[in-house]
């Protein structure tokens, strides 16, 4: 395993008066794969460019298998990095680029470099391209040239920014794949920066979550998608529906939340914090596949009455949208499994279930993800 | 003697492929009418008078002009210290240019602007203004002369002016900015992430930068390097300003045949004799671009 474990201790990184990133501390294991997902603007780039060495950090620690790393020149540090372009040098061949770390660590004899060059192509399955310049390859094979040159030199620490960004769809959920086999065959440990949320949940053991340049949450997938700790979170992993209601009491883990004059609902207020008093706004949340939904009537007692508005089907799943009898300002998103056709068209009067522990709850003091 | 289209040599394959991308995109008709200006402004301006000189340099169909040429020591020895001016002047301005060009490419905007500023403002003033400028500080009572006195490092007044070390200096000034525009222009087309690659696979600043900065911007090296050596080739009126009759040069020989001794044919072998040696030196040039392989795709 050429992976060893990563700490970020309070970093922080101003430029003027903009806080780009504020005390981001984590812990990652040897061999672990961590992503950094966020909107644009949410401190990500900046903390991979302090890891990596480009940019020093205000202030905060970072310490690479116990070697604290901090004020080390970035050509100093032994850190593997995978860019957003692939920033491959064009004049040099596939086989010149692979062999470029390893000549500029002298220890490594000629015979030596070749050999390890020739084991890099293997790996990443392009053997018959080493004579080739980068352009002469596809997005994929650069990729894949990019991520031997980078782990030629076995870091201890791989870093990642964006690197599927510029390829199309089908091609990026091989790289993924690609990525995490090699990724898991080495132990390396990999920093992986994304804006899109399926790819971390797809890739990473954890992945944390960064917004305006704080670290919202750091938790496995299951974790962040089942247990979001902020509206944030909740919004930017995965898809969920939000209705603002009314708390009417929050005591015994049970909180009462108005929906409308004649909606009352009763809650198991699951991550709602206790200082979310009687009297306030705050939001239900719940996950589309979470809504179950019945033809009027048959929903049974506690359920809400809605109109199909819009209809969907999007291969694996159908997507309903419909609207709140009680709120007409609430639209939901609702998933449900494509087999056996849709039951329900446009305009119908439906009843929607919302299980009691599919709910969370947050107070409605921050913004989430747009 | 070196006209525009010689300046103009230095284009990448790159370029050439675009242009024969428009020709196709174009019909036949179009690109007649589009190219026929510039063909006709060419052939008045440039190919008739051309091979009028070149005629008037064989008069009489006889080879005089260029026996006279060869027999006298004088003109090759003004043609070998054209070439030697030449290319002293070039070296200079890659010396003293890709630090300034670097500059401009790595900057932030703003201070970059002023460097830009350094550089254009000098280009739009006239030769004769910035030669001038040379005259008065290399006079014998010039600045540069009464600074080294003042310092105590010379005694008297040096003589500065009308040598060729003032002919190289004034000239290396006039033509930097030829050699800053093309390597400033390869250089900002360099994507950062190259140096932090290098830097990040384990590469110090300088080495980084020999192993990767510099052979990229090698196009505009030699870009920069054509235009300043031809142009430095036919330079006229600086060397003819702050040169003196020890420091002659082709361009200032064939204007004093021209206007003081009126001996027009002896002028047109000169001529022609300039115009093939920077021919010659054009297509050196050229082989040793299409020589450094994989060049051409960067950009």
């Known amino acids: 395993m050429i992976g060893q474990y990563l700490s970020l201790v309070g970093l922080e990184k101003h430029f003027g008066s903009v806080r780009a990133v504020t005390s981001l501390s984590l812990e990652i294991g040897a061999g672990e794969f961590v992503s950094l997902v966020g909107p644009s603007g949410s401190g990500k780039t900046t903390a991979l460019n302090m890891i990596a060495g480009f940019e020093g950090p205000s202030a905060g620690k970072i310490v690479i298998g116990g070697r604290d790393v901090t004020h080390v020149a970035p050509n100093r540090r032994g850190i593997g990095m995978v860019f957003q372009k692939y920033a491959l040098f064009p004049h040099l061949t596939v086989r010149q680029n692979i062999a470029f770390p390893l000549r500029m660590r002298r220890q490594s004899n000629k015979t030596r470099i070749a050999t390890r060059v020739g084991e890099m192509l293997e790996l990443v399955q392009l053997s018959s391209y080493g004579e080739r310049y980068p352009q002469q390859l596809s997005g994929g094979q650069q990729q894949r040239v990019a991520l031997a040159r980078a782990l030629a030199f076995e870091p201890p620490v791989l870093l990642m920014d964006e690197p599927l960004g510029a390829l199309d769809k089908k091609l990026r959920e091989a790289m993924q794949f690609e990525i995490k086999r090699l990724q898991e065959r080495l132990g390396a440990t990999v920093v992986y920066v994304t804006h899109d949320q399926d790819e971390a949940l797809t890739m990473s053991d954890r992945v944390a979550v960064m917004a305006g340049g704080e670290l919202k949450q750091f938790g496995t997938p299951t974790e962040l998608y089942r247990y979001p700790n902020s509206a944030f979170v909740a919004d930017f992993i995965g898809r969920m529906n939000f209705i603002e209601g009314n708390c009417v009491e929050n005591a015994g883990g049970t909180a009462v939340v108005r929906l409308s004059d004649d909606t009352v609902l009763s809650i198991r207020a699951q991550g709602l914090p206790a200082t979310a008093m009687a009297g306030q706004t705050i939001k239900l949340a719940i996950r589309p596949e979470r809504v179950r939904v019945a033809r009027r009537g048959e929903g049974g007692s506690g359920c809400l009455a809605a109109v199909v508005q819009t209809c969907v089907f999007v291969g694996s799943v159908h997507i309903l949208v419909v609207r709140l009898e009680s709120r007409p300002d609430v639209l939901l998103q609702i998933q449900l499994p494509a087999e056996g056709g849709l039951p329900f068209q446009e305009r119908d009067t439906v009843d929607l279930l919302l299980d009691d522990g599919a709910i969370h709850l947050f107070a409605n003091t921050e913004r989430h993800a747009a | ?299």
């Open chain 2, 1 to 299: 003697m070196s006209g525009p289209s010689e300046v103009l040599q230095p284009t990448s394959p790159h370029q050439r492929r675009s242009t024969a991308a428009s020709a196709r995109f174009y019909s036949r008709g179009v690109s007649v009418c589009l190219a026929a200006p510039l063909v006709v402004a060419l052939a008045i301006g440039f190919v008739y008078p051309v091979t009028r000189l070149v005629g008037l340099s064989f008069e009489g169909g006889s080879l005089e002009q260029y026996r006279r040429l060869v027999a006298e020591p004088l003109y090759l020895g003004v043609l070998a210290s054209t070439v030697k001016v030449a290319f002293i002047v070039t070296i200079a301005s890659l010396l003293l240019g890709f630090p300034v060009a670097y500059l401009m490419a790595r900057l932030r905007h703003g201070i970059a602007m002023v460097v830009a500023a350094c550089v254009f403002i000098p280009l739009w003033t006239s030769v004769l203004v910035r030669s001038y400028a040379w005259v008065v500080l290399l006079q014998r009572n010039g600045i540069v002369n009464t600074l080294l006195a003042d310092a105590g490092i010379t005694d008297g007044p040096m003589k500065l002016i009308y040598t060729q070390g003032a002919v190289i200096v004034a000239m290396t000034h006039v033509l930097m900015p030829f050699m800053i525009l093309p390597i400033y222009s390869t250089l900002r087309t360099l994507p950062p992430d190259y140096n932090r690659a290098a830097r990040n696979l384990g590469a110090g600043a300088f080495r980084a930068f020999i192993s990767i900065t510099l052979p990229l911007s090698l196009p505009g090296v030699f870009a920069g390097s054509v235009l300043c050596f031809v142009l430095a080739l036919g330079f006229y009126i600086t060397p003819a300003l702050v040169g003196g009759p020890g420091s002659m040069l082709m361009a200032t020989l064939i204007g004093q045949q021209t206007t003081v001794l009126l001996d027009w044919p002896f002028a047109a072998a000169l001529s022609t004799v300039l115009l093939t040696v920077t021919l010659i030196f054009v297509f050196l040039f050229r082989k040793t671009l299409s020589l450094s392989k994989g060049l051409h795709s960067v950009h």
